[in-house]
């Protein structure tokens, strides 16, 4: 099989995806091993936010014969969707009555089997932000997802049938432009950001672990207040077996912390002069990151993953106005795609990883 990236955003439309299987190994969903199901896309950007794929059925053409069907949503939605077994579950809010909808639609026919309503309250946005920015994580025990309230952040847990298992509010988030924190599935923890703007002093930035079943917090991980971050970390595997969950921040760098408890296993900080929207992204034991501000990147960092007993490195940063700022990147084999938001789409190579201090990427 080939890999294949995988633009995982849907409006109304689903291309031809069928029948395609995420089996790669690494990148890899990081559930017990009989939650894995290797039809699934559970999270944003799919298996551990690294967006690819195995298929050898996926369109890279769009066309025509691409759509295997259309489906027109009543609403509007940022966020993207998420797969298990043959449902796709999609988000998307309505603005009279203000509410969100979860939906599930039939893997094959693109059929609506369910829409659960949910309750909105309006809060302050960007104007190209709307009330279903944050991508849901779903697993086998079901679908796990965000529906701000004013500017709370409430995380509902809903079954396959749409049915709500448990709603948990905890409590304010200051994001300047909106509420677009998007969960990820850790065993049996939900794992998600509450970052909060710099200039709010009465509000405290956390990074938190909640049980699955119940919504009860596991564990949390204070953080420093400066421009919010939107995301979505990924895990790394070190060399030793220990899994470590990589966030990028303004305040504190990159930082890779244990999934299981929430302690620090290492920090490289003033390493973004400005916020972090994109992702982190893995390429062997290399991580990217980038940062940027109003409408432009303005770094791009390559730093070498540290471990318990050693210090993460920074190998390489780059500045020019192509960086990307609110996309994230992808790696491929040996190369780097990286959608600008200035520009079109666009690549460099990266010839060998990890990169040598000074080495140009």
């Known amino acids: 099989m080939g890999k294949t990236m995988v633009s995982a955003t849907l409006l109304s439309i689903l291309i031809g995806l069928l029948p395609y299987s995420t089996s790669l190994g690494n990148p890899k969903d ?20 690294q967006v690819v794929a195995e298929s050898t059925s996926t369109p890279v053409r769009w066309n025509a014969n691409s759509v295997a069907w259309k489906t027109v949503l009543r609403g509007e939605g940022h966020a993207s ?7 796709v579950y999609v988000t998307y809010c309505v603005k009279d009555p203000l509410m969100g909808v979860v939906a599930a639609l039939d893997m094959a026919t693109g059929d609506v089997l369910w829409e659960t309503p949910y309750p909105l309250a309006k809060s302050k946005l960007n104007g190209l932000n709307n009330y279903a920015s944050s991508t849901p994580a779903v697993d086998k025990t079901g679908l796990y997802v965000f529906g701000p309230s004013g500017n709370e952040l409430l995380l509902s847990a809903l079954g396959h049938n749409g049915h709500k298992k448990w709603s948990t509010n905890y409590g304010p988030i200051n994001a300047r432009h909106g509420i677009c924190v998007s969960p990820i599935v850790y065993g049996d923890l939900i794992i998600f950001s509450q970052e909060q703007y710099e200039k709010n002093t009465t509000l405290k930035s956390r990074w938190l672990a909640v049980d699955r079943q119940n919504g009860h917090v596991r564990w949390k991980r204070p953080r420093q207040n400066r421009s919010p971050s939107y995301v979505t970390p990924c895990l790394y595997t070190d060399p030793s077996g220990q899994d470590q969950l990589i966030f990028t921040s303004q305040a504190h760098g990159m930082t890779a912390i244990s999934p299981a408890n929430g302690h620090i296993i290492w920090e490289l900080s003033d390493i973004f002069e400005d916020r972090t929207i994109g992702s982190p992204v893995i390429a062997g034991n290399c991580l990217m990151a980038s940062c940027g501000s109003g409408g432009g990147g303005k770094a791009l960092v390559f730093v070498q993953a540290g471990s318990a007993t050693t210090q993460p490195k920074l190998l390489h940063r780059v500045t020019n106005r192509l960086i990307p700022y609110t996309p994230t990147m992808l790696a491929l084999e040996n190369r780097q795609f990286m959608p600008s938001t200035t520009r079109a789409l666009y690549h460099a190579g990266i010839h060998k990883l ?6 140009n990427p």
């Open 354 to 359: 990890p990169l040598r201090s000074g080495q």
């Open 81 to 87: 969707p998420v797969i298990w077994n043959n449902q």
């Open 30 to 49: 990081h559930m017990p091993q009989s939650d894995i199901n290797q039809s699934s896309w559970s999270r944003f950007r799919g298996p551990n936010g």
